[in-house]
């Protein structure tokens, strides 16, 4: 059983439920994750046992033993049937393609992903109006158990078809949910999912020192006006905001997104201090978010003329400069690219 690297909830749900349903069905399966894996994968696949490999990429979540990457040989690592689920790209395979390659007529692609490669398996079921890969699998992994619908899952299948469920449609707000969506998210809850906890697993999680840093983001905000009109947000950190709040550099995943919240703030930029050694020169770290939709600025096109990049809604740049000067970098940069 295999997903895209770096896997999110979808990925997880995705692989943890048809490896689930695979075992009772009567079929070994092992499960590999290409990391990096999220720190809350253990509340979903504490009973699923790990295989880590060395010298090679950071893969978990099978027998635990230490097997050399790529691998030759060993239990499970030249299986039956390969069964991809969430992705159907070379790209987001990353180190496992060379171990898939040779493998392709016994592979299987379960996606709901518009762009992949046709080569990686021999068959592919590409579902792309499905809010999340979950959602395809539901019904196929249900007519596999011989259940008459999604409501009689067992518990331990139910609980990661929901994950994908909820996190791929944020939450149920995504255009892409239909009334499927809610009569599937119906039928897991009454299968048994306690829809609570994965909300608190996955979205309460936060370090308070997050928040007290997020606190000096808010106050730093300016806004400046774009010239094709509405506003610029830009929040700026200082070496020493991270100090004083103990926050850790990781911690301003998500910062930009909330001044979107303004109705009339298009782009949100966070600035951040880089610590440099005494007498190099400044370094400041540029992330930046804009608002979907018919006027959308392509912050890619913007992070571009700075040097960075990333894709049309959300992208970033490194600057050899103080926060003040990376301000007015990004301010021309964004009304260069508008003219
Ligand atoms: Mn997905």
Redesign the pocket.
């Known amino acids: 059983m295999l997903t895209h690297a770096k896997p ?1 909830g ?2 997880i749900g ?1 692989a943890l439920a048809s490896a689930r349903a695979l075992r009772r069905l009567g079929a070994e399966t092992e499960t590999w994750f290409v990391g990096p894996i999220p720190p809350w994968i253990d509340a979903f696949a504490n009973d699923t046992p790990k295989r880590t490999f060395s010298g090679g990429p950071n893969l978990s979540c099978v027998p635990l033993d230490k097997t050399p990457w790529p691998p030759t040989e060993g239990p499970g690592i030249d299986p039956d049937l390969i069964l991809i689920v ?1 992705t159907g790209s070379w790209a987001q395979l990353a180190e496992l393609r060379s171990w898939i390659e040779p493998r392709t007529d016994r592979t299987i692609i379960i996606d ?2 518009v762009r992949g490669d046709t080569a990686i398996a021999s068959r592919r079921l590409i579902d792309t109006p499905a809010a ?2 979950t959602q395809t699998l539901a019904p196929i992994l249900a007519s596999a158990l011989q259940l008459t619908g999604a409501h009689e899952f067992p518990a331990d299948i139910a609980e990661p078809l929901y994950l ?1 469920l909820a996190t ?1 449609t944020g939450w149920f707000r995504f255009a892409s949910v239909a009334p499927e969506t809610f009569r599937l998210a119906g039928d897991l809850i009454r299968a048994g999912v306690d829809h609570t906890r994965i909300y608190e697993v996955i979205e309460q999680q936060d370090e308070f020192a997050r928040w007290r840093l997020l606190g000096r983001a808010l106050e730093s905000a300016c806004k400046h006006p774009l010239a094709s009109g509405g506003f610029a947000s830009v929040m700026k950190l200082r070496v020493s905001d991270f100090e004083e709040t103990e926050a850790d550099r990781n911690d301003t995943g998500g910062f930009a997104d909330k001044l979107l919240s303004v109705h009339d703030v298009r782009v949100s930029v966070v600035l951040t201090e880089q610590s440099v050694a005494a007498g190099d020169a400044a370094v400041t770290r540029i992330s930046s978010r804009s608002k979907p939709g018919p006027k959308a600025v392509d912050v890619n096109r913007v992070m571009s003329r700075l040097g960075g990049g990333g894709h049309v809604l959300a992208a970033g740049a490194k600057v050899k400069a103080t926060l003040d000067e990376a301000e007015s970098l990004v301010l021309g940069a964004l009304n260069a690219s508008q003219a």
Do not use: L, T
Request: glycine share 10%.
């Open positions: 999110d979808d990925a995705s969430d709901h992903h999340s890969c994908g791929d």
